[in-house]
């Protein structure tokens, strides 16, 4: 009697092959990983023909190779590792394969693949075996294929060490795979290291050797700083950031009071400088330290010396260098000015490893790694952070004491001209008389400044607490008391649904109206982009429109029929109107009879030259001269800043136009008029 | 042949055993989903009736999925040379062809369709355009023909007939003006526009750039009296987006009051509210209104051999009565009781 | 007593039963609402009553992500109701968004509300593929758009993405780089005409430096209705 067995049908080699690992590049480092545990230096890819299907590949290396029982038992094996992550090559490698389902991809890429391998141990032997996939089309379960490893002697001069080729390629090979793998080949051990007995893994294709003379020239020396942050195997932390010259400009001995519990590592991070698309360097070209950063830049890790993807690829950021950076953009590194890799010693096998090697099993372990290396980059942001606003201050104190210096050494001068007219030296008084106003003066206006930005900062910080989540909360609730005083109250169309729809619309325009100050913080608003003017113009009175409303008056917009734009920020577009139109609102506050009325006008006079006009009928300009309005600090509003007109005209001016006011306009009270320069209608 | 519910904009897929064909590809997703709840994965020809942004757009949009693959375009007319629009087209048939080069399946590319267009899909269909005439089409968009008309994009939209064994079947309206239907009718001796089933121009919309009420009625009475379709198909969305209007419907019912009107989706004019459920009549064929219950008809299927039309006449008017107080189709048909 | 109103919404897909909803093959009993203000926590608390489940209010503080308090909580519900903003008082270290996507990958239906800032839209739309539903707080409270809102979810998370959800490969141009924060790009096939922000740290150094008019791919939803759905996958550099 013959014992029964679960066979597997030939269907299965595909399903665990090209499914699992669609990609061909992982299948490949799966090849290049095996030379790597065989202890390899050198291990050459070669591609022939493979633009079109019907190419081949060689993968040969110059490690241990196989005996026949090594070839029978491990390498023909597939879903089986004779390799344990305690136990180390005689390399003192720890073995990078795994279960062998991506060699299996890989080794399925053609419809031929021969392995050829020369065991060290037997000097004088070579095996061979040939797997034809067609041969399992005909067949109902796999082990009906019978495959033959041939024994032969070496040549006398060949060396020890496996080939394996894939004949016949299914499909081909586009460049965008080649490069992907390119890169990843020369990522895969770490390129950062200068170790001469490491693995260097080459792809035979002119756009490897590019990469890897990128890659060679290791620009290190052009960061501005680097950090190197260590964690040792009992979870002690401990980091310093070094200047471009190896001094050390910031230290620490604990990244965070709590141990943390992954496997020792160390973290090296260069962050360079760059301004715009431009990076700051000492010696090399800027551009080569931008293609360097382009091809590598991101944070890779390296456990135990190998790569381990997909941490640092192209749009992997696991450690959010770039949140962060957004959360606080001063003084941080991005993805795109740094470049660092994570090498970790695993010596316990903490980390797991996915199987479709798209990463770590997030594992308690691997969370902690984590958040050593996210604890080593805010603590590098915090200390810079000291420093930059130590200078800051550092410069506000000296620009001071240098113009009191100066008007010293001038007083000097003219004491030491002999027989100086008294002229001269009552002029210089003079003119130290009306710097020191022209100073207070400033110094007034630079309060007020401060003082309405406080105003704002503290109002869009709080914006949150003080009305969205407040409107929120009563909004949820005013929803749920109506559909419950629908369901409970008898009589609820008598006695409550005026007061709660009346509740529910106070509601609707408070929501309208709270949103107007974040939207005028909005971040990319500052950005120095296209403007279309019309188009801010219209969203600006879409914000304002409930302002009108509760104001009781009517607003009239009436743009020309082009679309004007200039390069500017829509900040500074919308901090003409809005300041316009708020003054506009102010003085018709006073104004008794009805009907309110503000209009909004934009024509072109002249060719590539916008006017925009804002009027109102309330009482025109009174008690201030039509060029004292401009001026900072001078408002005859109750509660007015007197400033929402001088930033209307110095706006104005740094977009090269001109502000100018009627005291009675179309509609009787004031008529102002901005002319800017555009760049096209 | 499917009209597709793609919402706001139109697509025609016909597959028959020799290939499939797509007249006008729709925005965004949809006609993606519906090519793939139909599994059709390769497509011989694709045809844009015109070259507004919006077609050009779908077009991209098809080409870059690479869910699909294209093996002809024809794209009507060029008048888009030159926009962002047209150079990301352009991009992407660049893109296929280097994937043809690659071994991929190979592609052809033409600008320009007119009169006399002919694309046989094995030996029982054929695709014919009757519009636009070649020297309508040469004097371009932005020109004004003999008449003084203006020349918009929706003038020289193709207008494709589909005739199996010799005889139409199907007239494909594009996005077909008042300008371009006035050469239509005089080129009509030479080229009968009659057909029984009509997929109506630019989604029952305006149909004269004057966006005139009663311009739209004349022309819709115009195409119906020449047209004689026994079933108006709509590829309409409910607005916001969707367009079509009363005065659209009651212009062919005017000459046509017996003709079926059939609309992927529900107008607002014809229910103000929204259906409960979507109708139970939807195929698995993918309905852009489908999920939010916007559907009126869905997704129409003609069998062209046959002439069968579903939804049928029957349940597609039992889900008009319950669904759709205010039809337009039947508000405005002559000696409706409304 | 509240299944006259929900099954007239779907009839074939939801129900109610004297505790829970049955929303496909799942019944939701429980639902963690996750919210830094405890008002706002209790308010949408009564939506969820109402809709016939039983709220639980997330006390605070949940630390970071991967906490055993935030696994005790996912664990113990069978879906989650969050606000974007958890940040602000001493309540947790990540945002809603990030808690949604990473309920999302744990197979928990979870929905994200928030009230359309657009600096807050610009900072979900990394994790929006992971976020099937993104809505107005107001809006789920009322019970039968938050049973919809779960329908939505649950749907997603079995496989049927909805076609507004759906990636398709597709071309996205470049059509303006704002230095130091991001990009403004295009999406042709998209139906909307509308240009989307993208920060630097949501797209491929490669994109965020690209000059105007580079085309690039990605996966892009475009079946979208409005720009706030819109997601950006697996960029191809060109």
């Avoid at chain 1, 009517?554 to 300041?579: C, K």
């Avoid at chain 3, 779960?150 to 076609?163: I, R, T």
């Amino acid at each position: 009697m013959t014992a029964d067995h679960i066979r597997f049908a030939p269907d299965i080699l595909r399903r665990l092959g090209e499914e699992l690992n669609p990609a061909i590049d992982q299948g490949m480092l799966e090849l290049v990983k095996n030379a790597y545990d065989a202890d390899a230096h050198a291990c050459t890819i070669e591609l022939l023909d493979v633009n079109k299907p019907g190419g081949a590949i060689t993968i040969r290396d110059d490690g241990d190779g196989m005996t026949r029982a090594q070839l029978r038992n491990g390498w023909l094996v597939v879903g089986s590792s004779q390799k344990t992550a305690m136990k180390r090559t005689a390399l003192g490698r720890v073995p990078a394969g795994t279960k062998g389902l991506g060699r299996l991809a890989a080794l399925r890429l053609g419809l031929l693949a021969d392995c050829i391998t020369r065991p060290r141990s037997q000097p004088s032997r070579q095996y061979s075996l040939t797997i034809d996939w067609s041969k399992f089309a005909n067949v109902s379960v796999v082990e009906d294929v019978t495959l033959s490893v041939v024994s032969s002697t070496r040549k006398a001069n060949a060396n020890h060490g496996t080939e394996v080729r894939l004949r016949g390629l299914r499909r081909s090979i586009s460049r965008d795979e080649i490069l992907s793998l390119a890169r990843a080949l020369v990522l895969l051990a770490d390129p950062f290291d200068e170790d001469p007995a490491a693995f260097v893994p080459r792809l035979l294709v002119p756009e490897f050797a590019d990469l890897e003379a990128t890659v060679s020239n290791r620009f290190f020396s052009e960061a501005e700083y680097h950090l190197i942050a260590t964690v040792d195997g009992s979870g002690h932390s401990a980091a310093k950031v070094l200047d471009h010259r190896g001094g050390i400009l910031y230290q620490t001995k604990a990244l965070s009071a709590a141990e943390y519990q992954c496997p020792s590592a160390q973290f090296d991070l260069w962050t360079f400088k760059r301004t715009g698309a431009r990076f700051m360097t000492r010696n090399a070209n800027p551009s080569d330290v931008k293609s360097w950063i382009n091809s590598f830049g991101g944070v890779h890790v390296y456990v135990d010396g190998l790569r381990v993807q997909p941490y640092g690829n192209r749009g992997d950021d696991w450690l959010q260098l770039n949140l962060r950076r957004v959360r606080s953009p001063e003084e941080r590194p991005s993805t795109n000015n740094s470049i660092g890799r994570v090498a970790v010693q695993d010596i316990r096998g903490d980390l797991a490893q996915k199987t479709d090697r798209s990463g770590f099993i997030e594992t308690r372990a691997f969370l902690e790694l984590r958040r050593f290396g996210e604890d080593a980059l805010d603590w590098m942001s915090r200390e810079r952070l000291k420093t930059v606003e130590r200078d800051r201050s550092l410069q506000r104190t000296h620009a001071v004491s240098q113009s009191t210096r100066a008007a010293g050494q001038l007083e000097k001068a003219i004491a030491a001209v002999p027989r100086a007219p008294a002229e001269l030296g009552r002029a210089f008084r003079r003119l130290e008389r009306a710097r020191r106003q022209e100073e207070r003066r400033l110094l007034r206006e630079v309060q007020l400044y401060r003082t309405l930005s406080t105003a704002g900062i503290t109002a869009a910080t709080f914006a949150h607490e003080t009305d969205r989540t407040t409107l929120k909360v009563m909004e949820m609730a005013i929803i749920a008391v109506e559909r419950r005083a629908k369901r409970y109250v008898e009589d609820y169309a008598t006695h409550l649904e005026e007061p709660i729809t009346s509740l529910r619309n106070s509601l609707d325009s408070l929501a309208r109206l709270s949103g107007l100050t974040l939207r005028l913080l909005e971040r990319d608003k500052r950005d120095i982009i296209r403007v279309d003017v019309h188009d801010v113009i219209r969203r600006l009175s879409a914000d304002f429109a409930p302002l009108f409303e509760r104001r009781g008056a009517t607003y009239e917009l009436e743009l020309f029929g082009g679309d004007p734009y200039l390069r500017t920020s829509q900040a500074a577009v919308e901090s003409i109107l809005a300041n316009l139109l708020t003054n506009s609102l102010n003085a018709l506050r006073r104004r008794r009879q009805s009907p309110r009325r503000v209009l909004v006008r934009t024509a072109v006079m002249m060719p590539l030259t916008l006017t925009v006009t804002v009027a109102d009928n309330g009482p025109g300009i009174i008690g201030l001269s039509a060029e004292e309005i401009w001026l900072p600090g001078q408002s005859t509003e109750a509660g007015g800043t007197g400033f929402g007109l001088t930033i209307v005209r110095d706006t104005v001016h740094d977009l090269g136009g001109e502000a100018s006011v009627i005291e009675h306009g179309v509609l009787g009270g004031a008529e102002f008029r901005v002319t800017i320069p555009v760049l096209g209608n | 042949m499917t009209v597709v519910d793609v919402g706001h904009g139109s697509a025609t897929v016909i597959v028959t055993d020799d290939g499939v064909v797509i007249v006008d590809t729709g925005p965004g997703s949809a006609l993606l989903e519906y090519l793939t709840s139909q599994q059709l994965t390769t497509i011989h020809t694709v045809i844009l009736s015109h070259a507004d942004a919006d077609h050009i757009r779908g077009l991209v949009g098809l080409l870059g999925a690479r869910t699909v693959d294209v093996q002809e375009v024809v794209v009507n007319a060029d008048s888009m040379q030159g926009s962002t629009t047209w150079r990301d087209l352009v991009y992407e048939l660049d893109a296929l062809e280097r994937r043809a080069k690659d071994g991929g399946a190979p592609f052809t590319f033409t600008v320009g369709i007119t009169t006399g267009y002919r694309h046989a899909l094995g030996s029982s269909i054929e695709l014919l355009a009757l519009g636009p005439r070649q020297r309508l089409a040469a004097l371009g968009v932005g020109n004004r023909d003999a008449t003084g008309q203006e020349i918009r994009s929706n003038s020289i939209s193709a207008v494709i007939a589909v005739d199996v064994n010799g005889s139409r079947v199907a007239l494909l309206g594009g996005d077909l003006d008042d300008v371009g239907l006035a050469h239509l009718l005089d080129d009509a001796s030479a080229r009968p526009l009659r057909a029984p089933f009509l997929v109506y121009p630019h989604h029952g919309g305006h149909s004269s750039h004057r966006s005139n009420g009663a311009d739209t009625e004349v022309f819709a009475r115009t195409l119906a009296e020449v047209v004689e379709p026994e079933v108006a198909i709509f590829s309409t969305s409910r607005p916001p987006a969707g367009n079509i209007r009363a005065e659209t419907v009651r212009g062919l019912l005017a000459s046509m009051p017996r003709c079926r009107v059939v609309c992927t989706q529900l107008s607002t004019l014809c229910a103000a509210a929204v259906p409960t459920t979507a109708p139970a009549y939807l195929s698995d064929a993918y309905s852009h209104g489908r999920d939010n219950h916007t559907c009126c008809a869905g997704t129409v299927r003609l069998i062209l051999s046959s002439g069968t039309l579903a939804p049928s006449a029957a349940d597609h008017w039992r889900f008009i009565e319950a669904a759709a107080p205010t039809a337009l189709c039947r508000v405005h048909r002559p000696g409706s009781a409304a | 007593m509240f299944s006259a109103e929900l099954s007239s919404e779907s009839p074939f897909l939801c129900s109610a039963t004297e505790v829970g909803v049955h929303v496909l093959d799942r019944t939701i009993t429980r639902v963690a609402v996750i919210d830094d203000v405890a008002e706002a926590r209790a308010a949408m608390g009564w939506a969820v009553v109402d809709a016939g489940m039983e709220a639980l209010p997330a006390e605070g503080p949940l630390n970071d992500i991967g906490s055993a308090a935030v696994d005790r909580l996912l664990s113990s519900v069978d879906a989650v109701v969050c606000d974007h903003h958890l940040a602000y008082g001493d309540y947790a270290a990540f945002s809603g968004a990030e808690l949604v996507a990473f309920c999302y990958s744990r197979g928990l239906p979870a929905i994200l509300s928030t009230q359309w800032e657009k600096a807050e839209i610009e900072m979900i739309r990394t994790h929006r593929a992971h976020i099937p539903v993104l809505v107005n707080p107001s809006f789920i409270a009322e019970p039968d758009h938050l049973i919809r809102a779960l329908l939505s979810c649950v749907q997603e998370l079995s496989g049927a993405y909805a076609s507004s959800r759906r990636p398709w490969r597709t071309l996205v141009r470049v059509v303006d780089v704002r230095p130091s924060s991001g990009v403004v790009v295009e999406v042709p096939a998209w139906q909307g005409d509308e240009m989307i922000y993208l920060p630097t740290e949501a797209v491929p150094p490669y994109v965020g430096e690209a000059e105007v008019d580079r085309r690039f791919h990605a996966r892009v939803n475009i079946g979208a209705a409005r720009s706030e759905e819109l997601f950006f996958l697996d960029w191809e550099d060109a």
